[in-house]
C-alpha cells in the first residue's frame, strides 16, 4: 500500500526542513548559489592589523579586494602607519556559482610586504611599533641599502654607463648618504621671473638677462645697484686719494758743461 509522503510521519520526520523565501535570502544580500564556509576562525582572529614604515617612498600595491597606499616616514617622524582591516573576496567556481570568504587584517598586512620588508616596512606585533621592531627594521634597511651600492660600485666599474644604474641603487646610495659619481641627482633648476629662463635655485643675478634675483645676496658680491656703489666707491678711493695730493716735483740736477766748449774762468 502507497502511503502519501505528507501523511507519513515517519518519513515526513526524515525529510529536511524547508527553504526559506527567496525574499528573506535577498534581504540578507546571500545567494542561493553562494556557498557559506564556516565563520568561527574569522571571528577570532583581531579586526585590525597595523603596517609601519621608515622607508621614505610612498608605496601603492592593487590586489583584487582593493588597492593600498602605504605611506612615506614623514622627515622627523619615527615611522608612518597603515590600519588594515579585514575584506571579503568571492572565488568563481563557474556555473554561476561563487565561493566567498572573508580575508583576515592580518593575512592581507602578510600579503602586502611580499616585497617590501627589506625596505623598512613591516607589520607590527601590536597597534604600534615597538623600538626594537624599529631598530631591526632600520638595520635589515640598511645592510639591504648596503648591498645595493655594493651592486652599483660593480656595474659602475665595468663601464661607467648610467643606463645600468637604477633609480634604487641611488636612492640607496643617498639614503645612507654615501657620494657616488653614479648616483648624481640633478638639480631641480627654478624659471628666472624676468626672462623665463632655467636658472640654479638660489642664484643672486641671471646669467642669461641679468636680472637681480636676490639682492641682499647680490650686494654682498658687489653686484646691483647698491653693490654697484660700494664697489665703485671702494675702487675710486685710491684715485680720489691721489688727486687731493699736491703733485711732486721732479728733483733737478746740475747741468752738466757741454762738450768741446771751455769752461769760464
Not at 633648476?189 to 641682499?216: N, S, T, Y
Request: net charge neutral; with cysteine.
Amino acid at each position: 500500500m502507497n502511503i502519501p509522503l505528507a501523511l507519513s510521519p515517519a518519513l515526513d520526520s526524515h525529510m529536511p526542513p524547508p527553504s526559506p523565501p527567496a525574499r528573506a535570502q535577498a534581504s540578507s544580500g546571500i545567494n542561493r548559489r553562494d556557498i557559506l564556509p564556516a565563520a568561527a576562525a574569522e571571528r577570532d582572529a583581531p579586526a585590525t592589523a597595523a603596517i609601519a614604515s621608515i622607508s621614505d617612498q610612498d608605496w601603492y600595491i592593487s590586489r583584487t579586494h582593493g588597492v593600498y597606499h602605504i605611506p612615506a616616514c614623514p622627515k622627523g617622524e619615527p615611522y608612518a602607519l597603515l590600519l588594515i582591516t579585514s575584506r571579503g573576496d568571492a572565488i568563481d567556481l563557474g556555473d554561476n556559482r561563487r565561493f566567498p570568504f572573508t580575508i583576515s587584517a592580518r593575512e592581507i598586512a602578510e600579503d602586502l610586504l611580499q616585497d617590501l620588508r627589506e625596505h623598512g616596512v613591516f607589520v607590527c606585533a601590536g597597534a604600534r611599533p615597538s623600538d626594537e621592531e624599529l631598530a631591526s627594521a632600520r638595520d635589515r634597511r640598511d645592510a639591504f641599502y648596503h648591498q645595493l651600492v655594493a651592486d652599483g660600485d660593480t656595474m659602475w666599474a665595468r663601464g661607467h654607463s648610467f643606463r645600468e644604474i637604477s633609480d634604487l641603487h641611488r636612492r640607496a646610495a643617498i639614503a645612507l648618504g654615501i657620494e657616488r659619481e653614479w648616483a648624481y641627482v640633478p638639480a631641480r633648476m627654478a624659471e628666472c621671473p624676468a626672462c623665463g629662463e632655467k636658472v640654479k635655485p638660489g642664484v643672486a643675478v641671471c646669467k642669461h638677462c641679468h636680472a637681480i634675483l636676490d639682492p641682499e645676496r647680490a650686494a654682498r658680491h658687489g653686484l646691483g645697484k647698491t653693490g654697484a656703489a660700494t664697489l665703485a666707491s671702494t675702487v675710486s678711493a685710491p684715485a680720489a686719494a691721489a688727486a687731493v695730493a699736491p703733485p711732486t716735483a721732479p728733483p733737478v740736477r746740475n747741468p752738466s758743461p757741454e762738450k768741446g766748449r771751455p769752461a769760464q774762468g
